[in-house]
């Protein structure tokens, strides 16, 4: 009965004020009513990659299958949205931004966070298309099936329940009948345990010196939301306080220098390692552990390993045969992704070894507000439900491919990286979760450094060159005072003009009779001329406690769900990171094969003219290294097969 209450909700916009051409507004809604042809609806889509269905357009019959198969794309909301584009291309955001009652329309509060999305292209019209289109995905249904623990990562025939892993102990979800907020908090039980052994000096290493230091051995879902959390906690007063006398290290790539970088300066009778992987397959974690683990054992001994090697993974198997008492190991499930695990031990241990199990709770808690917020707010007021609507607004219906995340705070350097993997490997689809080919682009590339050191790079690009919608991301609460010992250390007011400068520059930017009144040359006008009408999101949050950085994690894994469920592709599988992999290994055999052998080798089959070249220069090299002495070439031929063989 809520549910059904909320969905009525959920698809009237309430900007009902908006100074945007009402009678407009009017006939898209007389249009949507209309019955839109699948044949004719073809050609509309718009924006989008139909570069694959040349012939679908030709019959009807074609047509309709596509129609069938896609619904989303065919359906009046759609089409209403396409043609909506035309209207709202003729308007400039120097004009709406003057209407104060349409920006008050265009902000939404949750618990702090204030979000200013007036700067978007977007009208009162425009949003409530949007929202018709959510109806017209079921969004509602697709995110209420997410939070019940439904299989909806089919090709995995997964549940996708990373909300569960931030619940309080007294929620229920259930997985093929079985609650499983007891089990999260088994773990993080253990997590507070065990972190608090270690950072009271209760659990020693081999030689009995107390663990100060950690090395957190993972990559990709596996590093980088830690790295965030970790970046973006170190410089908070009580973290900082937590934290003394302790470092956390990360280790993710397996070039030989981070290994050096991670390790230097570390004694291994005072470091605890952490091997983090979901699969505990990954080759370069794996090799990397292996590495950290001859580090240690050469120092301390192999039984130092059980002092001072510990495991995250969901395969307890491989955690026991890689020598890891599985005792020593912090489990989660098959129903969290890796780059949704962050809030499950992924992050949770090496974090709360660095700052006490307290402060992660409260990180934690504040990613569970969001959860909440985007499972029960109408979707007129969900903050990752808009952030979402708008990607697929600024996305598919007007074909921007970009997003820049800028955050003015030194302290979320790493956000950027980790909402790239988050969002990219989530939405960057080909395919519908029916396996359908998508007849527009979904995923967005997103890429973004701190404010303002951006400013000074890239920000050319997107004030004057294509139109990448950005989103800026400030404090009000430094997390550094200005002072330090009475020197003038740091600016924060200043960094934050900065915040309000640029997305106005985007939006309003600067015309050619402006520049003549300031006498710029002619010759330069051009050159000094802003378009401006570039869109943005402003995203203000009070400071950047432990709480408030969950709840910006929450708000960006939301709004990526969000994207999923309106372009309907699977959000939750990545099959498109296979087939590099598979090409590596057959690269390592022979790579091995050829070390294990100690001639100079060159290959002359098994890949293209171009890899085979690129390789034997690359070998040519390292023999000369290895083997100064001249020696005979010997020469190698890979068999064209599935396996990765070397023939000799
Ligand atoms: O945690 P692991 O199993 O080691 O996986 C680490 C990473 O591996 C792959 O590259 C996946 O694309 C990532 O999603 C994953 O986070």
Redesign the pocket.
């Known amino acids: 009965m809520q549910q059904a209450a909320i969905a009525l909700q959920s698809s009237s916009w309430h900007g009902a004020h908006l100074h945007t051409r009402p009678q407009a507004g009017r006939r898209q809604h007389a249009r949507r009513g209309a019955a839109v042809q699948p044949q004719a609806a073809f050609a509309q889509i718009g924006h989008t990659d139909t570069s694959h269905m040349s012939s679908a357009g030709s019959s009807s019959s074609s047509s309709q299958r596509e129609a069938k198969r896609l619904p989303i794309a065919y359906s009046p909301e759609w089409m209403a949205l396409r043609e909506h584009t035309k209207e709202v291309e003729s308007l400039h955001l120097r004009d709406l931004l003057v209407d104060e009652e349409r920006t008050d329309s265009l902000v939404r509060e949750h618990n702090g966070l204030y979000v200013d999305f007036s700067r978007q292209n977007v009208t009162e019209t425009t949003m409530q298309l949007l929202l018709n289109l959510a109806e017209r995905a079921k969004l509602r249904t697709k995110m209420n099936a997410m939070f019940a623990g439904e299989h909806i990562n089919n090709t995995e025939d997964r549940a996708v329940l990373h909300t569960a892993l931030r619940m309080p102990r007294d929620e229920e979800v259930y997985v093929e009948g079985e609650n499983v907020v007891p089990d999260v908090w088994s773990v993080l039980d253990k997590i507070k345990d065990f972190s608090d052994r270690v950072r009271d000096g209760e659990w020693l290493g081999a030689t009995g010196k107390p663990l100060t230091d950690v090395v957190a051995i993972?990559?990709?879902?596996?590093y980088l939301g830690p790295l965030f959390v970790h970046t973006a906690m170190q410089f908070d007063e009580p973290c900082k306080e937590l934290a003394r006398g302790r470092r956390l290290r990360f280790l993710a790539n397996v070039d030989p220098v981070d290994v050096a970088k991670a390790l230097n300066g570390l004694n291994p009778e005072t470091t605890l390692v952490i091997v983090?992987?979901?699969?505990f397959?990954?080759t370069e974690?794996m090799l990397n552990a292996r590495t950290v683990r001859t580090w240690l054992t050469a120092e301390l001994g192999q039984e130092a390993v059980a002092k001072h090697m510990v495991a995250v993974s969901t395969n307890l198997k491989l955690v026991r045969e890689f020598g890891i008492d599985p005792e020593n190991a912090f489990g989660f499930w098959d129903w969290v992704g890796?780059?949704y695990s962050v809030t499950s031990a992924v992050g949770i241990l090496p974090l709360a070894l660095q700052y006490g199990f307290e402060k992660m709770e409260e990180f934690l808690q504040g990613a569970h507000d969001i959860d909440c917020h985007y499972r029960d707010a109408p979707f007129q007021d969900n903050i990752p439900v808009l952030m979402g609507l708008l990607s697929i607004w600024n996305s598919t219906f007007l074909g921007r491919s970009s997003v820049a995340v800028l955050p003015y705070c030194q302290a979320l350097a790493k956000f950027p990286s980790h909402i790239q993997q988050v969002a990219m490997?989530s939405v960057g689809k080909q395919v519908s979760v029916d396996g359908e080919p998508l007849p527009f682009k979904a995923g967005e590339i997103y890429f973004g450094e701190p404010g303002t050191n951006g400013q000074h790079s890239f920000y050319q690009l997107i004030h004057q060159g294509r139109v990448v919608p950005c989103e800026f991301i400030g404090v009000v609460k430094s997390q550094q005072s200005v002072y330090l010992k009475g020197e003038l250390v740091s600016n924060h007011d200043e960094l934050m003009c900065n915040f309000f400068a640029q997305a106005d520059a985007l939006a309003i930017g600067k015309d050619s009779v402006t520049l003549r009144a300031e006498n710029v040359p002619e010759y330069l006008i051009p050159h000094k001329t802003f378009s401006g009408n570039r869109p943005s999101t402003s995203l203000l949050l009070p400071s950047l406690s432990p709480y408030r950085v969950g709840q910006l994690l929450a708000l960006y894994e939301n709004r990526v769900a969000t994207q999923g469920f309106m372009w309907n592709v699977n959000a939750f599988d990545?099959w498109g990171?296979e087939l590099g992999k598979v090409l590596a290994s057959r690269v390592r055999t022979m790579m091995h094969t050829a070390r294990t052998r100690s001639r100079r080798i060159t290959i002359t089959d098994g890949f293209n003219p171009s890899t085979r070249k690129m390789i034997n220069r690359y070998l040519d090299g390292k023999n000369q290294m290895l083997y100064p002495e001249p020696q005979d070439i010997f020469p190698c031929d890979l068999i064209h097969s599935e396996g990765c063989e070397a023939r000799w």
């Open positions: 993972g990559i990709g879902g596996s983090i992987s979901k699969t397959t990954t974690t890796g780059r490997e990545q990171v």
